[in-house]
């Protein structure tokens, strides 16, 4: 998210590009995309993916920062980025607000009246509305920024930590994990009932793991690789062990013939509270990602990735009209035709406009980046000031 | 897309009027031919030995439709129009001999937890051998987390099971418009595999309103306001029809 960086990893920007094209697909209710995507084939799926870059990469960023100019300039630098994403969720939030109005107002099927009205929070606009600014109203798929502003507004604390005290952030954090999975705590949200659909009490584990690891890495000290050499055997089989129960799974869901293996012993695994069987998985995929792909790999040049690198560097800007096109797709989706052709369509559009948009954010940085000619300057002959 | 789906229907019309034409008035009178669906709807491959003794047996059954508004069935205007009784009228039909009373006990507005709660009062009083629990739609509306929707529907089955009631889920009600703002799949492929793990059967309303209403069988669009009453009243009436078009199937 933060600006390039001298030694930016691009593997970060790749990755995280991915997981915003993941995250719209998956989006879009019956999709037959979705069949494609990280969720069908693994425990996690994109989220995991974007809240632990996010953290690592804001880690990386802001020691840096840190380092340069001080604890008081990062912390402003880091809640100039809070705010940022905070107007992004209020700016998403009044467009849902517009679509649910207008549909309740077109709404005519007397069939759903009475279950409607559980959504009436029309009926008392401004309770809505300072739950909204409160973080604490998260209509469905506006939830994952919420968690991202929480966790970037107390980083600053976080990085605190990792560089003076990293077993004051590690400890904390992995026990309210814990306490989390044993008791099942969350966070209530509005309207009464409601709770944070990403427990910030547990995926902050995740985005702090995610930080660890990025002031690790900022520091240039590697992994030690005696390590890795113990590590990586049993990420592998860890992996390749979810792999093929969770693609057992998705074969199962559409042809119910073929065996969902550990189906009735694993089946369901919390995403609110990011369980055990979602984080394991993961870990040992990044694992299996750093070690296998080198910040240099051949892929990373190739022109069809490009597209996905840039969107990956725009990631905010990107996620918000992810969220938005989505919402669009399916409407256009359920109000026109949701046949295979226009689902294709729909998905194709929607990436294409991520990426276009995400190439014309990044051009415009880059002239933003060139610092202007003083016109006093421009106008005279070089030779001039050459010569005192 | 308004083409697309007229000529969807003119093709069903074609394919139900040869099928008619085939196989006499008889059928026609018995299956009113908007209650159509794709066979693969209609498949059940649970048993329902309780129901299945009783009916053989000739002795009274009872049976209790818990759930929400659309069990109520205000939408259709009258109690007798609602999904529960359109049942009762369709399975007296089909076994003449056996006393069947199906009990209405919706209530709008309730996650599935707090049907749970009513479990004792509600279900367990009235001394049925089959219950027919819909449930889904406030849980999706409200975004409820999934957990614990899965969570009670395991308890409820788990309860019904130890006292030895057969049960039917019934999943949620489609409506094109309400399907862009709430996020069905979720609540549904959860419900959906709820039932398989525990060998229940799922009632698929979602998917057979779905298929009506692209047949345009039902279009809330296209109607007046005071005819509103009478399209909800003919889903439900096709609701009860296909409910004991299965429970047929499972008790043979």
Redesign the interface.
């Known amino acids: 998210l933060p600006e390039q960086s001298p030694a930016r990893d691009i593997r970060l920007d790749f990755f995280r590009g991915v997981s915003l094209i993941l995250i719209f697909v998956d989006h879009i ?2 999709n037959i995309l979705s069949y494609f995507t990280l969720q069908a084939a693994t425990f996690f799926d994109a989220a995991e993916v974007f809240i632990f870059i996010s953290g690592f990469t804001a880690a990386l960023v802001y020691s840096r920062r840190l380092q340069a100019k001080g604890a008081m300039y990062m912390t402003a630098q880091v809640w100039r980025r809070t705010w940022q994403l905070y107007v992004a969720h209020i700016f998403l939030f009044v467009i849902f607000i517009a ?2 109005s207008y ?1 309740v107002m ?14 009436d929070f029309l009926g008392e606009p401004h309770v809505a509305i300072v739950k909204a600014l409160l973080l604490q109203f998260q ?3 506006l939830d994952i920024l919420p968690l991202y502003i929480v966790m970037l507004g107390i980083f600053p604390a976080i990085l605190l930590g990792l560089r003076y005290q990293p077993a004051l952030v590690l400890v904390p954090s992995a026990l309210i994990y814990a306490t989390v999975q044993v008791f099942g705590f ?1 966070v209530p949200a509005y ?1 009464e ?3 944070w ?1 990403f427990n910030p009490l547990a995926w902050q584990c995740l985005f702090v793991l995610g930080a660890a690891l990025g002031y690790h890495s900022a520091q240039d000290r590697p992994l030690a690789a005696g390590l890795m050499r113990v590590v990586f055997p049993v990420a592998a089989v860890l992996f390749a062990i979810a792999l093929v129960i969770k693609i057992t799974w998705t074969i199962h ?1 559409v042809w ?1 013939a073929f065996p969902g293996l550990f ?2 012993a694993l ?2 695994i ?4 990011l369980a055990l069987l979602r984080l394991v998985p993961f870990l040992a995929a990044v694992v299996l990602v750093t070690q296998l792909v080198p910040a240099n790999a051949r892929f990373l040049q190739w022109p069809i990735t490009r597209p996905l690198l840039v969107c990956g560097a725009q990631s905010l800007e990107i996620f918000c009209l992810s969220i938005l096109l989505s ?1 669009l797709g ?2 256009a989706l ?4 949701s046949g295979i052709a226009m689902q294709l369509a729909v998905n194709a559009v929607g990436i294409a406009i991520m990426c276009l948009t995400a190439k014309m954010i990044n051009w415009y940085k880059m002239m933003d980046r060139i610092p202007m000619l003083q016109p006093a300057l421009a106008g005279s002959p070089p030779d001039d000031r050459a010569v005192p | 897309m308004i083409g697309h789906r007229g000529r969807m229907g003119a093709f069903t019309a074609l394919t139900i009027f040869i099928a008619a034409a085939l196989t006499g008035p008889g059928l026609a009178r018995a299956e009113p031919e908007e209650c159509e669906v794709p066979a693969e709807l209609t498949e059940i491959d649970v048993k329902l030995t309780r129901v299945a003794e009783r009916l053989h047996a000739h002795q009274p059954v009872t049976i209790v439709a818990i759930g929400g508004a659309s069990t109520i069935g205000a939408a259709a205007g009258q109690p007798d129009l609602a999904y529960p009784h359109r049942l009762q009228v369709a399975l007296t039909r089909a076994f003449p001999d056996a006393a069947i009373n199906v009990v209405n006990k919706g209530v709008p507005r309730q996650l599935t937890r707090q049907m749970l709660e009513r479990f004792p009062t509600d279900v367990i009083a009235e001394d049925p051998v089959l219950v027919i629990w819909e449930a889904g739609i406030t849980d999706a509306v409200r975004g409820a987390p999934i957990d614990d929707f899965t969570d009670s529907l395991q308890n409820g089955i788990d309860e019904l099971k130890n006292r030895a009631i057969d049960t039917i889920l019934v999943d949620m009600q489609f409506s094109r418009r309400t399907t862009t703002l709430i996020d069905f799949d979720k609540y549904l492929k959860a419900l959906h595999r709820v039932g398989e793990l525990n060998e229940v059967y799922v009632f698929p309303r979602f998917d057979m309103m779905r298929y009506w209403s692209e047949q345009n069988m039902f279009n809330f669009d296209e109607v007046s306001p005071d005819e509103r009453a009478a399209v909800a009243g003919r889903v439900y009436d096709c609701i009860g029809r296909k409910l004991a078009q299965t429970i047929k199937l499972a008790v043979e």
């Open positions: 209710p019956e679509e649910v549909t077109a709404f005519n099927n007397p069939m759903y009246n009475e279950e409607m009205r559980v959504a209509p469905t798929f969350s309207p009932g409601h709770v659909y869901g119910e189906l009735r089946w369901p919390s995403k609110s509270n919402a399916h409407f359920s109000e026109y035709d």
